[in-house]
């Protein structure tokens, strides 16, 4: 039961005390009975109000184009909260609790001002009461809305939004689409949201790194020979077919995700974790990404799609039967060797890869050092020191290290892990990524989310590979379901003398 104090979460625990409640707050969810709202955001809520976090002043209002009551959009989350969070954490009485804040606006984003108005009157009157407009809807509608929101009045002194991505679909769009935006709300009060920030391991970066002086010295090509990143997915493309086959891997998974990973791995010591701080940082190693173009891409990237096979013994259909067409050439896997032009990371390669229907859903971040200069242990092998930072589904920190065996005879070294398993040392349920991110943006805390000119250079970057595919005509490599990706992938690595963890 989500009231139980077993389900207290880690940071509730380490203060010893329950969740400090954020302020009160009116928050409209543009998309309300889609995908993201169903499954992700409003169970989020949720958990944030069991747990005391949110107060029971406090408002979510979904919005959508679909005529129905309040009693029937609460009807509509309450089943998909069964149906896709379970009941681990399900309370009746909090429920009831809950659903008494949720209430209900049909909206055409196109309409006239009518559909503004009735939103207007679910709002509460206080203009200093925070409100949050979460736009979970296609990003084309994002101007639009803010444009609405404005004309209605809405934007009030505490307003802020919240931008899901994709932004944009290339460097053009996310620019119009920052502006346009930008024409409504300021800078700071704008969150471009990637979950992934939002995860436990992800933040344990920064503590890690910059938390303890063992690790920091040894953070740079002195003593790193090369980092791998992964996210990797074992399901297809499923609901998401008609977007999906528009965008592709690179533009859905490398410009947010694993750009993100990977500049919060590779970033500067920031000068506090301000939010302009550690942004500002993150912004640098996008801007000191090597260019991949047409001549090199073809050896410094790998495209893929998926084929018919089995994930977990179980036949998957190939990515074009997924979609229902006859042909198409987006990229469902993409491997690319980076680089990163600044004095911390000359001459170290950073590997990134993510794909669907690969052998298992995980994200690592591995770090993998380099060998010792020379063994004293005669022909006995040694492995590199590498350290593991395990995302999803089991997060974890791994540092791999050699020992000794134990026992007469010999000398005999074994590699082991110093192992912080989530599961194993907090014993309680922690916020997901979207409950630490919803609170975030009520708090004003814009940390773990995006600026403008980041998307803008992750773009940059994100197109120029693309532009590189079409001009070198870089061919579709096919996988089977169920393997890593396609053999050239592992060739890639091959040709440095490694592979992939």
């Known amino acids: ?72 959009y609460r009807e509509l989350v309450h089943k998909a909260y069964h149906e896709f969070s379970g009941d681990d954490d399900y ?151 008609s977007y999906y086959d528009g965008a592709g891997a690179l533009r859905d998974m490398v410009q947010n995700h694993l750009l993100q990973l990977l500049c919060l791995t590779a970033m500067e010591t920031p000068a506090s974790l301000d939010a302009d701080d550690v942004r500002t940082e993150k912004l640098k190693v996008m801007r000191a990404l090597r260019p991949i173009t047409q001549d090199v891409a073809p050896y410094l990237t790998v495209r893929g799609q998926y084929a018919r096979g089995k994930v977990d013994e179980e036949v998957m259909a190939d990515y074009l039967t997924d979609v229902g067409i006859d042909f198409s050439e987006t990229e469902t896997f993409v491997a690319i060797k980076a680089h990163i032009d600044n004095w911390r990371w000359a001459g170290v390669p950073i590997y990134i890869r993510t794909g669907k229907r690969m052998a298992s859903r995980r994200s690592d971040i591995v770090i993998q050092f380099k060998p010792v200069p020379h063994s004293v242990f005669g022909s006995t092998k040694l492995n590199p020191n590498r350290l593991v930072i395990r995302l999803q589904p089991d997060e974890a920190v791994k540092l791999y290290m050699e020992i000794k065996e134990p026992g007469a005879g010999g000398l005999r070294l074994k590699t082991l892990p110093l192992n912080l398993s989530y599961a194993d040392n907090f014993a309680v349920r922690y916020p997901d990524a979207y409950e630490r991110l919803l609170m975030d943006v009520v708090r004003g805390n814009l940390s773990l989310f995006m600026r403008g000119d980041e998307v803008e250079a992750a773009w940059k970057w994100v197109d120029e590979i693309r532009e590189a595919w079409e001009q070198a005509d870089q061919r579709l490599e096919l996988y ?22």
């Open 1 to 72: 039961m989500a009231q139980d104090n077993k389900t207290n979460t880690a940071e509730t625990q380490e203060s010893g005390s329950a969740f400090l409640p954020v302020d009160t707050f009116d928050l409209v969810v543009f998309g309300g009975t889609g995908d993201l709202a169903r499954r992700k955001l409003i169970p989020a809520l949720f958990h944030r109000f069991c747990d005391g976090q949110v107060t029971k002043k406090s408002r979510i209002i979904g919005t959508s184009r679909s005529d129905r009551s309040a009693d029937q």
């Open 91 to 241: 309370d009746d009485k909090c429920w009831d609790d809950f659903a008494a804040q949720l209430d209900y606006v049909s909206l055409d984003v196109g309409s006239d001002k009518a559909d503004w108005e009735a939103l207007a009157k679910s709002l509460s009157k206080d203009k200093n009461r925070v409100r949050v407009f979460y736009l979970a809807v296609p990003p084309g509608l994002y101007v639009d809305i803010c444009k609405g929101l404005k004309a209605a009045g809405l934007v009030t002194p505490n307003a802020r939004v919240v931008l899901e991505k994709p932004l944009g679909t290339d460097y053009a769009s996310a620019k119009a689409t920052n502006e346009g935006v930008g024409a409504v709300f300021e800078e700071n009060r704008i969150y471009r949201i990637d979950h992934y920030l939002g995860k436990e391991t992800v933040q344990n970066l920064l503590v890690l790194r910059f938390g303890n002086i063992l690790l920091e010295p040894l953070w740079s090509n002195r003593a790193i020979d090369h980092i791998e990143i992964t996210v990797a997915e074992s399901i297809g493309v499923g609901g998401r077919g």
């Open 480 to 501: 089977q379901a169920g393997q890593d990706g396609p053999d050239q992938a592992h060739d890639m690595l091959a040709k440095d003398g490694t592979q992939w963890v």
